[in-house]
């Protein structure tokens, strides 16, 4: 099945630096999804962008939905322990086509 | 907690075998989703159900099938188990409107022996 290209696959960081990770597709989407999964945990919705060019945040998370609709971008600023988990951006299609395309993750690890 | 409920949350099979994994949706939520997700294929769509209706299929093998009940809460049926069907299996839930955010159970996690 399709997945979305996502990097960097693993990032290891020290607590309070900021992180960037992005998420790009060969085609286009209309609503780009950024969750986070901790083990044994299903995944749990950080931001949703529904406009190109749109930059949401919440709380120390902040997303872009890239202008050419392929792309879309995550940044954690002043991270701490408890962001560390796989991070997934999903885009969807349209209305009528709701199902969820998939990244291939990126695994964050704080080191003490 | 998401609100989106999954039983059993672990589930330990035999080849061969067929298993029902359950999801109960968010109050509210019409739209019911299955997601699969393994080591090598990371987190695939299965397939789709909107207000007990079938509404979008993805890469769902024939030996499985889904169906969603008048209380909402829907059944993912997996027959003929075989070794490769372990995984860890989603359900997600979603108002469906123009702003589609779905919302993840904790899961079920599948191993066949």
């Known amino acids: 099945g399709q997945q979305l290209n996502q990097s960097p696959q693993s990032m290891f960081i020290q607590e309070g630096e900021d992180v960037s990770m992005n998420c790009t597709s060969s085609?286009?989407?209309?609503?780009w999804l950024w969750y986070k999964q901790e083990p044994g945990e299903g995944p749990v919705l950080l931001i949703a962008?529904?406009?190109?060019?749109e930059l949401t945040s919440n709380g120390r998370l902040t997303a872009q939905f890239g202008i050419t609709r392929k792309d879309s971008f995550l940044n954690i600023s002043a991270s701490i322990p408890s962001d560390v988990g796989i991070y997934f951006c999903?885009?969807?299609?349209?209305?009528?086509?709701?199902?969820?395309?998939f990244g291939t993750g990126t695994r964050l690890t704080i080191i003490p | 907690d998401s609100g989106v409920t999954q039983t059993p949350k672990h589930l330990i099979t035999a080849t061969g075998q067929r298993v029902t994994l359950r999801c109960s949706p968010r109050?509210?939520?019409?739209?019911v989703y299955w997601y699969q997700q393994s080591l090598d294929q990371g987190l695939q769509f299965l397939i789709q159900?909107?207000?007990?209706?079938?509404?979008a299929k993805g890469n769902i093998l024939e030996r499985f099938s889904a169906q969603q009940f008048p209380d909402l809460h829907s059944e993912l049926n997996l027959s003929s188990l075989e070794l490769g069907d372990s995984a860890l299996y989603f359900c997600?839930?979603?108002?469906?409107?123009?702003?589609?955010?779905?919302?993840f159970g904790p899961g079920t996690r599948l191993t066949v022996l």
């Open positions: 997600a839930s979603s108002v469906m409107s123009q702003y589609n955010e779905q919302f």
């Open positions: 085609s286009i989407f209309n609503t």
């Open positions: 962008l529904y406009k190109a060019g």
């Open positions: 999903a885009g969807q299609s349209n209305f009528g086509n709701e199902k969820l395309t």
């Open positions: 109050s509210g939520d019409l739209s």
């Open positions: 159900y909107y207000n007990g209706e079938e509404r």
